[in-house]
């Protein structure tokens, strides 16, 4: 997922069919390295949902690593992951369900599912700018390069030309 600075995301998951084999959910930034793990062990419930803030803008990347207690394990395991930008179900000050009613709650969380797009929308607007600028400074040394390469080949054949005509005068071709 592609996530602004200090943006939330929010992974819900679901792994049904667990023969009993723990695992890991990891988040890794856009550098690689992973910067929050969660474990995820065969008796937690089958369903969860676990949120990271993001420190660096860029791709960051979830992981599901299981580890087998045989060296040739090879049971294919079923996960259920959902990726999400921003918690849509709090806000930013989560209040408890005995304080708040239903319709106050979701139009929180609408607020902040609004804002989570509107952090979005300024990420990759800068991401193109950046996009543009880079393939603007490409596209003028491009040009200079060509350029000079034009330079260069009429500058040979100047010379070639010049040589021609005296080696043709040489010869009496002309």
């Keep these: 997922e592609n996530v602004p600075e200090h943006q939330a995301i929010t992974v819900k ?3 049904a069919d667990n023969p009993g084999v723990p695992c890991m959910l990891l988040f890794k930034d856009p ?3 992973q910067v929050f793990s969660k474990h995820v062990g065969p008796d937690d419930q089958e369903h969860g949902k676990v949120s990271y803030l993001a420190q660096r803008a860029g791709e960051h ?3 599901v690593h299981c580890t087998g207690s045989k060296w040739f394990h090879t049971a294919a395991l079923k996960w259920e992951l959902t990726v999400d930008m921003a918690d849509t179900e ?7 369900k005995e304080n708040i009613k239903g319709v106050e709650r ?3 969380a609408t607020l902040g599912r609004a804002e989570a797009i509107s952090a979005e929308n300024e990420y990759e607007k800068s991401a193109e ?5 880079t393939s603007e400074r490409m596209n003028s040394h491009v040009m200079w390069v060509s350029l000079f390469i034009m330079a260069i080949e009429g500058a040979l054949v100047g010379w070639q030309i010049m040589h021609l005509r005296a080696f043709f005068k040489r010869e009496k071709l002309i």
């Design 90 to 96: 709090f806000a930013r000050t989560p209040a408890l």
């Design 129 to 133: 700018i950046e996009f543009r600028d």
């Design 106 to 108: 979701t139009l929180l």
């Design 31 to 33: 550098r690689g390295t």
């Design 13 to 15: 998951y679901k792994h």
């Design 61 to 63: 990347r979830v992981c």
